[in-house]
């Protein structure tokens, strides 16, 4: 047997037992529409391994293709929190995304502390799903859901990843024209300098104030007071950004902000209200009196355009 053959077929024929797997414990009925559709490029391809070059196309393309299964695993039905169905469902008319068109995944996570979702997880193997009809969307309900289902509202931030990433070209277009006034036009022997980087995380950090200002038209209130808790931890010792998330602190004073215009908002519904959103806020303000950092992050330029930018998107 060819060296190279003998190499694929032992990574290749264990991803397929794995997805046999997977089959046998009867997943949905586009789960198995996928893994049948794998499962048989799969058996192509082990049959088309020619040299070291062919070799290592599949085996980065099976990297991804494991992940995706291992996600379909733990999506099993009975694994599943499928309580939020009904949720996502009624998010996804509100953010005018097709719902009958998407399928949705539910993970109950027993490892994550935190929400997530993947959005159009098989556009990573559309060549070989190439099903443009079928968007299958992954969301991760963390263990926490279940003792504080306030924080159920978080979703609306997950649902608004999906939201931005099916408006990504309109809202590319006008966060490369504020791009552009701030960092000047993008060029091709920018890519892996600073200026690329900045321009890379700047991007980053509106898709989070975004989602974040997508959970709030959701839930409104219940969605600002679930990220409060979320961040409340992080406070004393505020994070630095990330490359793909803006500090916690300057999310945490976003959220405190819009609470406040909740509240002068509730007024005209009434008393009971109004009330509940003073009580929430008077808790809160007592992490806001210890925040020193607080003056000096809001005087940053970076963050207030972030922002801004966000909201007007």
């Given amino acids: 047997m060819d060296i190279y053959k003998e190499i694929a077929d032992g990574f290749i024929n264990a991803e397929i037992a794995i997805i046999d797997g997977l089959i046998l414990q009867d997943p949905q009925p586009f789960v198995m529409d996928v893994c049948n559709k794998v499962k048989s490029y ?17 085996k980065k393309k099976l990297r ?3 992940e995706i299964i291992d996600i379909f695993i733990m999506a099993l039905p009975n694994e599943s929190s499928w309580w939020v169905m009904p949720l996502v469902k009624e998010c996804y008319e509100r953010c005018n995304l ?16 935190y929400y997530g979702v993947i959005p159009d997880i098989t556009s990573y193997i559309s060549d070989i799903v190439n099903d443009n009809n079928v ?37 590319n277009r006008t966060v490369d024209e504020e791009l552009y006034q701030i960092f000047g036009a993008p060029s091709l022997f920018d890519h892996g300098s600073e200026k690329y980087n900045q321009r890379r995380r700047v991007a980053s950090y509106i898709t989070e104030y975004v ?31 990330t490359d793909s998330h803006p500090s916690e602190v300057s999310r945490f004073f976003n959220s405190h902000s819009k609470l406040k215009d909740c509240s002068l908002a509730a007024e005209r519904f009434g008393n009971g209200l109004n009330t509940c959103l003073q009580n929430i806020l008077n808790n809160i303000n007592p992490l806001i009196d210890k925040m020193t950092l607080l003056s000096r992050y809001r005087s940053n330029k970076d963050n207030c355009f972030h922002e801004t930018l966000s909201s007007t998107l």
Avoid: W
């Fill in 42 to 58: 799969l058996t192509i391809e082990r049959n088309n391994i020619a040299d070291d070059i062919d070799l290592i196309t599949i």
């Fill in 211 to 241: 989602c974040d200002n997508i959970g709030y038209e959701l839930f409104g209130a219940a969605f600002i007071y679930a990220l409060l808790k979320e961040f409340c931890p992080y406070i004393y010792q505020p994070k630095n950004n």
């Fill in 64 to 66: 991804t293709i494991s």
């Fill in 135 to 171: 968007k299958i969307d992954v969301f991760i309900i963390p263990l926490v859901a279940g003792y504080d289902v306030s924080s159920i509202s978080i979703l609306g931030h997950e649902v608004g990843h999906i939201a931005f990433k099916e408006n990504m070209n309109a809202i």
């Fill in 98 to 113: 097709r719902f009958e068109q998407r399928k949705v995944l539910i993970i109950h996570s027993q490892d994550s502390s």
